[in-house]
């Protein structure tokens, strides 16, 4: 069975950090972009970050860049997303997904990704 699990999620007051951890059992993603995602109640799931297979590129959605940075270990088949200076409009159930193709370029739609975790909830408090 494949599966991704996020980890890491929790509380946290505004400027503060979280590292976020997504596991994934069942077979290799070292050839697949793997993105962060998140989603609040009522709104649909956002693009948050992406990495490419090779680690070599990384796009971000404009709302995080320069406060979270995604990496990844193909070794261990773990991907991470670090966030600081958190602000409370970060507020959501962060979700880590796998591209649905191999060697594809890093993308920022949801709809190119086939793995999803059950997602990680991260508060941030004012």
């Known amino acids: 069975q494949v599966n991704l699990v996020e980890s890491g999620g929790g509380l946290v007051q505004a400027g503060g950090s979280l590292r976020l951890s997504c596991t994934a059992s069942?077979?290799?993603?070292?050839?697949?972009?793997m993105g962060w995602f998140r989603q609040t109640p009522g709104k649909e799931r956002e693009f948050v970050a992406v990495?490419?297979?090779?680690?070599?590129?990384?796009y971000y959605a404009d709302s995080v860049t320069g406060r979270f940075t995604i990496s990844r270990e193909n070794a261990k088949n773990m991907v991470y997303l670090q966030m600081d200076s958190l602000k409370p409009e970060d507020t959501a159930v962060y979700y880590c997904?796998?591209?649905?193709?191999?060697?594809?370029?890093?993308?920022?739609?949801?709809?190119?990704?086939?793995?999803w975790g059950q997602g990680t909830q991260v508060i941030v408090s004012v």
């Open positions: 997904a796998a591209d649905s193709s191999i060697y594809r370029g890093p993308s920022r739609d949801s709809q190119e990704y086939e793995i």
């Open positions: 069942g077979r290799t993603f070292s050839s697949n972009s």
């Open positions: 990495i490419s297979w090779a680690g070599s590129r990384t």
